[in-house]
């Protein structure tokens, strides 16, 4: 019986309980969490150019499609920010052509200014 103590005593003193806390590696876990979030928000940031759109000194227009929904236009001058919504409808009343508008396959519209 003598011998199964001191067995005990010196596993007793050899058990680090920082090394065998089961929390720690949760909280490792969280951590590396919040860096990836916060990396991915800054790629997403500069992948969009948002930080073109926060600047009060810049003049932007972004044009949105989304599925089965009609498209707007966005438009940005110093910090009023308009959205107008494009429509099928008809137009009425006086005016001349300016120019055509080409939609290409890979989705980007070119302006052809007429004479």
Known sequence: MRYLKKRR??????IDLHKEDPMSGVANLFDVG???IVGLIG???SAFSLLDFLSPETEITMVRK???APME????KGKQIKVEKVTDRKLQGEGTRLGTAYKLRDGRVIYVPGN
């Open 43 to 45: 790629a997403l940031i």
């Open 66 to 68: 989304k599925e089965n």
């Open 9 to 14: 005593r010196v596993l007793g003193k050899d």
């Open 34 to 36: 919040l860096v990836f």
């Open 73 to 76: 236009v966005v438009t940005k």
